[in-house]
């Protein structure tokens, strides 16, 4: 890895996909290197007023989902990374690592799901004028969609906690998964792991070891026989 520059990674995918646990395994094989690493999972909710402002939202406290106009809670998204921006940018100078748990992806995908199908291409514009031009947040090197049944997605949720309006509507998850889908086809820097087996989820680790190469290949960390 490019020593004066750091890359920036998102791991992204709809609710109960396993983002969190993919971004753990990869901090322990990553620091068993030595790769100076940073992670963050956005929304931060309890870190600022925006973050809460998210997570009211998700509770509800503002209604349905489509009683929630997704440009005005798309801008609680947007200023909640905007407030991290200045701490990526100096991990990225740095030379570091950074792994986001979603980034500007799940905005597309979560919020443009809540649109009509027709409205979503002028949404997505419109927030990449918002979080790129306007916020000025660093562009994703690599994007590693991690690909999940969305039945099989609530399934894991509701094994865990009481779901948010996102993750108790499967109709709302399958809009997002197939967001999500379309994204990876049009971006040449997404990449797609299959989480999904015979029916269920394969297995934490044989997902990371996918998740891993991608890795080393596209954001060149270290050489294939240090795995």
Known sequence: MDKKQGRLIVIDGIDGSGKTIQIELLKQVLASQGVPLETISFPRYEDNLYGKLVKKYLEGAFGFIDEVN??????????????????????????????????????????????????????????????????????????????????????????????????GNLRHLEEANKIYLDLAKKQKNWYVVNCMGAHQMRSPEEIHQEVLRILVAQARIYSYDKI
């Open 70 to 167: 997704p440009y005005l809670i798309a801008l609680a998204y947007a200023c909640d990374r905007t407030l991290a921006k200045t701490q990526i940018e100096k991990w990225l100078a740095e030379g570091k690592l950074v792994i986001t748990n979603r980034y500007v992806s799940a905005s597309k995908a979560h919020l443009g799901a809540n649109l009509p199908e027709e409205k979503r291409e002028e949404f997505f514009k419109w927030l990449n004028v918002l979080e790129y031009q306007t916020n000025g947040m660093p562009k994703e090197d690599l994007t590693i969609l991690l690909a999940v049944n969305p039945k099989i997605g609530q399934s894991n949720i509701l094994d865990k906690h009481q779901p948010d309006i996102h993750e």
